[in-house]
């Protein structure tokens, strides 16, 4: 069993997500990457596996085959309002508990293992424990608990049976004893200095304004867990930044990371699920009859180059692919959705082939975007937009609807009048920068520039 320390790592966010420069031969220079258990990667509330895209780039960077890898995908990522009561789209946390087994039986199998380690993102972490607790011990040699509200979003008396309650039936039972971890299995968690939005004391990040949480910056940490700061991270970026990739990595492998940087590969690959979100409520139950075509578009203006580059409609189940791209071409993707807008979706090269390059819908056009000539969204599905810590501009202004101080919001939205459709929009964070088109919404269309760092 690791014993507990915490250990503050300032300065995160500012490490760069720039690509290396180097080809995939550089690979050869990296240890044998086979000593290591194979990996499973566990999302949060509402997400997909596709968040994981990026650390799964930084860990074949790093020479772990991709076939020792998995992203699961919880068939209704979105927990219940009351864990006991069944709810239409949503999960408890013992339909998680069973889809994880089964997943860790699964990537057993295909690598003949007999350990796996586990990584989760926020809830994904509740899932990670719950299996390990309850019978799966055995099966896991390493869990890393990125973000993870481990004793709860909130500790109240009421809402017994919501599971982000840290007085809950869930979490004190995942939490009694002496020690917060089982034994046998090391554990490590990683939390934000003070920027989780999920790890506050005020509930106004949960919609309870003035409400005492009874919860802490430090409510992500174990006892009897390795637990680390990371600094000024948000909730999603302590798993899914660059500076979280390198402590997941050290701590299943017990060395340091040969690279940060993500290694192109000459030539790319990508597929994924196309999702839906019946009701509102985000599923990854796959999406049959869905028209995906993909696009290469100038970077300068997101004109498109030439015709559609692959084109498919999805069978029953959901997929999509494989495209051949060149790492160094910016995307359309344009999804055609039963029941849903026509989404165009731009995104930056991709240096690496995916398999989880999964796509989603917009959401439905209301009242203030019919109005309006074209909507465009900036979205950042692996972190948040802080202000004043990053740069964040759509259509060179920072976004009104970005609040500042504590990082809780990752979309923006910019509505254009009718005589702008069809002019570029450029949406840059950091050092990314996506250029996308302002398409018309009267046509029942909306563009996401979605940032891939």
Request: hydrophobic share 40%; proline share 8%.
């Amino acid at each position: 069993m690791k014993l507990s320390r915490r250990t503050i790592l300032r300065g995160a966010a500012s490490v760069p997500f720039a690509l290396a420069s180097l080809r995939t031969g550089a690979l050869a220079q990296t240890a044998p990457a086979t000593e290591l258990p194979p990996i499973l990667f566990v999302h949060g509330n509402g997400d997909y596996g596709a968040l994981w895209m990026t650390t799964l780039w930084r860990m074949e960077s790093n020479g772990i085959a991709r076939d020792r890898m998995m992203a699961i995908n919880f068939t209704d990522p979105l927990a219940r309002n009351d864990d006991k009561v069944e709810q239409a789209g949503r999960s408890s946390t013992e339909d998680q508990r069973l889809e994880l087994a089964a997943a860790i039986t699964e990537l057993k199998r295909r690598t003949g293992a007999a350990r796996v380690a586990l990584v989760g993102s926020s809830r994904g972490g509740y899932a990670i424990r719950n299996v390990i607790k309850n019978g799966g011990a055995g099966d896991v040699s390493h869990a890393v608990l990125c973000g993870t509200p481990n004793h709860g979003v909130f500790a109240t008396d009421d809402q017994p049976n919501n599971e982000f309650n840290g007085r809950g039936t869930f979490l004190r039972g995942l939490n009694e004893g002496e020690s917060e971890v089982t034994p046998g299995v090391a554990f490590l968690t990683l939390r934000s200095d003070g920027l989780d939005k999920f790890a506050q004391p005020d509930g106004r990040f949960i919609g309870k304004p003035g409400m005492p949480t009874n919860v802490t910056a430090e409510g992500p940490e174990l006892k009897g867990a390795t637990n680390l700061v990371l600094g000024a991270l948000d909730h999603r970026e302590v798993a899914f930044h660059p500076r979280a990739f390198r402590e997941i990595y050290k701590f299943i492998a017990g060395r340091e990371p040969a690279r940060i940087a993500i290694v192109p590969e000459t030539s790319v690959r990508l597929s994924g699920l196309v999702t839906g979100t019946p009701g509102g409520v985000p599923t990854n139950r796959p999406v049959a009859g869905a028209i995906v075509d993909v696009f290469r578009v100038d970077p300068d203006t997101g004109e498109r180059k030439d015709g559609a580059l692959y084109s498919s409609t999805t069978g029953s189940d959901g997929r999509w692919g494989p495209a051949q791209v060149d790492p160094a071409w910016s995307l359309e993707f344009v999804l055609i959705s039963p029941d849903a807008p026509t989404t165009h979706i731009y995104r930056s090269p991709f240096p690496r082939s995916s398999e989880v390059v999964h796509l989603r819908p917009a959401r439905p056009l209301g009242p203030a975007d019919k109005a309006a000539g074209a909507v465009v969204i900036m979205s950042r599905p692996r972190g948040y937009f802080g202000l004043p810590r990053d740069v964040v501009l759509l259509d060179g202004k920072e976004p009104a609807d970005v609040k500042p101080g504590v990082p809780t919001d990752a979309a923006a939205t910019l509505r254009l009048p009718a005589t702008e459709v069809g002019r570029n929009i450029v949406a840059q964070f950091g050092e990314e920068r996506i250029v996308a088109r302002a398409w018309p919404a009267s046509e029942n269309r909306i563009a996401i520039a979605e940032l891939t760092y």
